[in-house]
């Protein structure tokens, strides 16, 4: 029998690391004997740590690891559906698909995700205000329970546990297989247009004018200040058609695509490395290299620009880095993300990688992360006192009606939380049902009280 045994793990911001209890199977039926194991206290589902802080991490207790239940089941080439297990990775699915005329219906900002921790996390991406979550795009899904038994999920069956599931950060039970509604392509080019804002009235503004517009986003500069608080370059995309890439003079396969052989970051940076100067002169030369206007540009460098860059994550030194993710409602989203940004821009703390995101309306399950509003997601390096300003940067978010997105968290506390998440005890509602011995849990559900801190019951 497969057997736990310790290993440090850490989120991909590196911050914190925890010694969990490890294993690996490669089988259904291993995996059905490890949830029950009397080893461990607790087990927790893990994909590949893409999630930022603790949502991955089970500290002195269960980590199962899911990459190796990795199969492709069946495709339906008329609908779109693909049935796989949820230990596929995106790059998996995209360099099988991409060349047939295929893609993800939800591209989150990196593709190093399992299907599984997709789903677990409810990813969104840049088209979230026309499309929502991978929560629409999910047809079923099979849950193993605490108990051993595996249930089918989906809006029809076992809709509770597919409303709580989907979002629920790992919590109600380990995805094992599930099927997805894929998107027809033409080609696997954007077409991208860029637009630079002097300030985030125009960022806003040109936000505003995305309703029709597939994919949006926006890098924004968190340090400029007074006049240009808030300026950014707005950078809108369409999967480019047959047509699009005839004008454009595009001489190559229009469904070529290939994973490309990320460049390595062989060391950390050293921890003086990123400050506000540098950041500052960062931020001005990309600011000025971005103009205005319109290219064709391939679905790596468009939705996954930092994936090139294997282990980017050392640049903020050996300390790690945590990232701020929030997103406040419209109504008050000027007002507070004005307030945030004068508040990040006057800490003296280094932000070069942020982003503001528009979204549409939320769904059903309880503890997903988006609403109708906008976000944004700073990173910033774990230097001292860093727990303390996010906590300053909570206290914007929750006046002005917003929340933090569970998947990059590391610093919220659970009487915070519990506000950001009124539905939170809808959540618990269901889990007790599902799990009611709390077999599964994870560091950040007890950090936020979502599971009892003393562990299982």
Aim: net charge negative.
């Amino acid at each position: 029998m497969l057997r736990f045994s310790p290993r440090e793990l850490e989120g991909w911001g590196r911050f914190p690391r925890q010694t969990c209890q490890v294993a690996r199977p490669e089988k259904r039926r291993a995996l059905q004997e490890l949830v029950q194991s009397s080893e461990v206290p607790s087990v927790l589902a893990r994909g590949l740590g893409r999630a930022y802080g603790d949502a991955a991490l089970n500290e002195n207790e269960g980590i199962v690891l899911g990459e190796k239940l990795d199969r492709f089941l069946d495709f339906d080439s008329e609908t779109g559906v693909l049935h796989l297990e949820a230990g596929v990775a995106n790059p998996q699915i995209l360099e099988t698909f991409v060349p047939r005329g295929w893609t993800l219906p939800v591209i989150p900002g990196t593709k190093f995700v399992t299907v599984g921790g997709a789903l677990a996390s409810d990813v969104h991406g840049k088209n979230h205000h026309r499309v929502g979550t991978i929560f629409n795009f999910v047809e079923e899904f099979e849950l193993l329970l605490a108990s051993g038994e595996t249930i089918v999920c989906s809006k029809t069956q076992n809709p509770e546990a597919f409303r709580a599931t989907i979002g629920g950060m790992g919590l109600t039970g380990i995805i094992t297989t599930a099927k997805l509604k894929l998107e027809r392509i033409e080609t696997a080019q954007i077409q991208v247009r860029t637009q630079r804002t002097q300030n985030l009235a125009q960022t806003l503004e040109g936000f505003g004018s995305d309703s029709d517009t597939t994919y949006s986003v926006a890098w924004i500069d968190c340090l400029a200040s007074g006049d240009n608080l808030g300026r950014s370059v707005l950078i809108r995309g369409e999967h480019a058609t047959l047509q699009d890439l005839a004008k454009a003079g595009f001489e190559g396969e229009p469904l070529d695509y290939e994973l490309p052989k990320a460049k390595k970051v062989p060391r950390d940076f050293p921890d003086f490395a990123l400050n506000p100067m540098s950041v500052k002169a960062f931020n001005a030369i990309y600011y000025a290299q971005h103009t205005d206007g319109v290219q064709l540009e391939g679905m790596e460098p468009y939705f996954w620009p930092l994936d090139a860059v294997g282990g980017w994550n050392k640049i903020y030194g050996a300390r790690g880095f945590v990232q701020y993710h929030c997103i406040l409602p419209f109504e008050s989203s000027r007002e507070g993300l004005t307030k945030l940004l004068e508040r990040i821009s006057s800490s003296g703390r280094a932000a070069f990688l942020a982003v503001l995101k528009l979204y549409g309306p939320e769904n059903k399950s309880p503890l997903s992360f988006p609403l109708a509003g906008h976000s944004l997601a700073l990173d910033l390096p774990a230097t001292e006192g860093i727990v303390e300003f996010c906590r300053e940067l909570d206290s914007i978010t929750v006046e002005h009606g917003g929340r933090n997105y569970l998947a990059k968290d590391s610093t919220l506390d659970a009487a915070t939380f519990a506000q950001m998440y009124p539905r939170l005890p809808e959540f618990q509602a269901i889990k007790s049902q599902l799990d009611p011995q709390n077999r599964f849990q994870s560091s950040l559900s007890r950090r936020l009280g979502i599971t009892p801190a003393g562990g299982a019951q």
